[in-house]
């Protein structure tokens, strides 16, 4: 087995520790500080202060690229992570109290600031790790650990602290944290090494704004990249209904059915994505060969689907309109994730995916805001309508720039 192979498993390996902490970690934390404070108002400003910190670091990121190579960055982020948290840990199990609450909200952010740079990092790093033409299978396999952890690792977290409570489970995602490090620490960088000598020596100076809009400008200039985020915002706009508030809304106000059904469409939901996953892992040589196809396809099915479900009221076929759309979306998605990869140098390609990711975040937390707007005016059917609109309306923008799409199959970008 070769360095690249020994390194990917490293990578996967480590980021499926790093993404089961992150679970724990935000379910320990939010039920703990509910717990001690009895106020929805600092349990709800947990995930806000992750997705400002998280955006503001996806922007800041291609200053710290530029300085520290890909496996370090991963190693020092989560390290990083892994400190500030048992820092957290200690915090609130020895002395919290309201005169502190500003300290773990700054424990918080920090911690998600060295997150943010974890996606964009890991998915630069697949395709330096394994060959062009297994790109899709390896795509498929991180997004199948991605979502089977998003599936499980809630419930998991939920029965971990009735069941050890809520300083416990900080502590295992500390742990988790731990092991994720020393995966990071092993991932051989034989073949980044040369990649950044070599960029460093041809590299003229760059000032710091110039180096932060250079993901943005390439996203610009480059077709098939900007055709890809464009379609990106819309389906972020769209993907806001799945939040937990308008589907629990759906379910009483539509299906007039019990609470446990959000969980079932939820769970269906992700379902989905893991089977989308799998057929794309089965036949990622098809779905290499006609990524642009893929993406259309699966963008048009998740749009028809998101339709039936805003005009049904059936609660065993909403279940099947769930992971119908959860599969339409993965299909698309990972085709959408190989697009960016086969089309981006590999110098280009951290600080391409620092903007997307950035700009993925930004536009997922107006949606919310506005969905939940749109749901208290108009009902939870018009979103779905919304949705599906949005979604209707990123098919047509594939389908309208395909040849964009169509150049990645024929075009092999150098590394």
Request: with cysteine; hydrophobic share 55%.
């Amino acid at each position: 087995m070769n360095n690249k192979n020994v390194s990917f498993r490293f990578l996967w390996i480590g980021q499926t520790f790093a993404n089961l902490g992150d679970v724990l970690y935000i379910v320990g934390l939010i039920t703990l500080i509910y717990q001690l404070t009895g106020s929805a108002m600092y349990m709800s400003m947990v995930p806000f202060f992750i997705t400002m910190s998280q955006f503001l670091s996806g922007v800041f990121a291609p200053l710290i690229i530029d300085r520290i190579r890909l496996r370090g960055i991963l190693a020092f982020s989560q390290s990083g992570k892994t400190c500030l948290l048992f820092i957290l840990g200690w915090s609130l199990f020895s002395s919290f109290s309201y005169q502190n609450i500003t300290v773990v909200f700054l424990l918080v952010f920090m911690i998600s600031f060295l997150d943010g740079w974890s996606t964009p990092v890991r998915n630069t790093m697949v395709p330096l790790l394994v060959q062009q033409v297994d790109l899709v299978k390896a795509n498929s396999f991180l997004s199948i650990l991605d979502q089977t952890i998003r599936l499980g690792a809630w419930s998991v977290g939920g029965v971990l602290v009735v069941w050890l409570g809520n300083y416990q489970v900080i502590y295992i995602t500390v742990f988790l944290y731990f092991v994720s490090s020393i995966m990071m620490f092993m991932i051989k960088e034989i073949h980044l090494n040369n990649h950044f000598k070599e960029t460093n020596q041809t590299s003229l100076p760059k000032t710091n704004w110039v180096k932060i809009k250079e993901g943005w400008v390439f996203i610009w200039k480059t077709p098939a990249v900007r055709t890809i985020n464009i379609m990106g915002v819309m389906e972020s706009l769209a993907s806001a209904v799945w939040v937990a508030a308008i589907i629990y809304i759906y379910v009483e106000e539509v299906l007039k059915a019990g609470e446990e059904w959000w969980g079932y469409i939820n769970a269906c939901f992700f379902l989905g994505l893991i089977i989308g996953g799998f057929i794309s892992l089965r036949y990622n040589r098809l779905v290499t060969e006609h990524l642009s196809h893929v993406i259309v396809v699966g963008t048009l099915i998740a749009s028809v689907f998101t339709f039936v479900f805003a005009v049904n009221s059936i609660p065993w076929l909403i279940l099947i309109l769930s992971i119908l759309i959860g599969f339409g979306e993965q299909l698309g998605g990972i085709a959408q994730q190989t697009t960016v990869q086969k089309s981006t140098p590999h110098k280009e390609l951290p600080k391409v995916y620092s903007a997307q990711y950035a700009l993925q975040l930004v536009t997922y937390a107006i949606s919310v805001l506005l969905l939940g707007y749109l749901t208290e005016l108009w009902g939870v059917k018009m979103s779905f309508l919304l949705a599906s609109f949005l979604l209707f309306t990123s098919f047509m923008f594939s389908f309208l720039n395909r040849k964009h799409l169509n150049a990645v199959v024929k075009k092999q970008v150098s590394t």
